[in-house]
């Protein structure tokens, strides 16, 4: 083996290594949750490794000169025919057999290159975070702000209103949970709510908490009127009974605000007593 042949092997090498460790990034990164920018930058190297090498091999590895033979008017005998394909035959062999370990590390090269590519395929099925329509509010799960302060029930008057959420489920790696799950804990004077039979448990000290995604277009819930004891939603006005259920009143929306039931810590914490009474949202998620 020349030294031509030595760098180009060299060459072709490094590549695939970089193709290598460019499927494990993106394997890596996809797995852990990281960034399109840094999941990308993986997914190039690695395509762009297995081209270099490509290149590499053919520039470097493979023979350049030309051959040119005067034609022939007639077909060459059978014995010429068969010499010439056992000499390209034993030509393909040497060369195969004399770069066994760079064939593999190709082969390798791709092997990683088409698992990197099955991590994405989880994301054509049910993600493992929270669905769309479909919240993280469990039973026992505590109630806190968006920055993760714990709600408590001696911080909020009658009138009152808070964005809530579970805890632990906060911050800029949940940014798509708490969309499904941010709630509009209202406090009312208890003897006013007129509650469902099955509910009238679920707002201890008038603390009654609904979801903030309007059940019309998926818009938040945002405006809460206390003379009435009304939620309202902004973009389409479909308006809300506080004290009844969150049954609608007016507006587009077609089905009540799914119902959190509240329970209440003797350290003044709030805490979930199940989960929502309904689906999330519009009755197009559900079934889109």
């Known amino acids: 083996m020349n030294g031509a042949e030595r760098r180009g092997q060299l060459h072709a090498a490094l590549w695939l290594l970089a193709s290598l460790a460019g499927s494990v990034a993106f394997a890596t990164a996809y797995a852990l949750g990281g960034s399109t920018q840094i999941e990308g930058a993986a997914l190039a190297l690695a395509f762009f490794g297995i081209a270099g090498a490509l ?27 068969a010499d010439a394909v056992s000499q390209v035959l034993a030509g393909e062999a040497e060369i195969v ?11 390798g090269a791709l092997g990683f290159l088409g698992i990197a590519a099955l991590f994405p395929i989880r994301s054509l099925g049910p993600s493992p975070e929270n669905q769309i329509g479909r919240s993280g509010w469990k039973a026992g799960t505590r109630l806190v702000r968006e920055d993760g302060t714990l709600v408590r029930a001696d911080l909020l008057d009658v009138g009152s209103v808070v964005t809530a959420f579970p805890e632990g489920q906060v ?14 804990l209202v406090r009312v004077q208890e003897d006013r709510l007129r ?10 000290r008038g603390f009654v908490a609904y979801s903030k995604v309007c059940t019309h277009a998926g818009c938040p819930v945002a405006l809460y009127r206390e003379g009435p004891q009304q939620l309202m939603c902004p973009c389409h006005q479909s308006t ?26 003797p350290d003044g914490a709030l805490r979930a007593g199940g989960t929502m009474s309904d689906f999330v949202g519009p009755d197009a998620w559900e079934t889109g």
């Open 55 to 81: 290149i590499a091999w053919s520039r470097e590895l493979l023979a350049h000169e030309q051959v040119s033979d005067p034609q022939h008017p007639l077909r060459s005998d059978d014995k010429v025919r």
């Open 97 to 107: 057999g004399r770069r066994t370990w760079l064939m593999r590390l190709g082969w």
């Open 171 to 184: 911050g800029p790696d949940h940014v798509m949970n708490m969309a499904n799950d941010a709630i509009m």
């Open 195 to 204: 509650m469902p039979k099955a509910r009238r448990d679920w707002a201890p």
């Open 240 to 265: 809300f009974d506080v004290l009844d259920g969150g049954t609608v009143l007016f507006g587009p929306a077609a089905r009540a605000l799914p119902q959190l039931p509240i329970r209440l810590d």
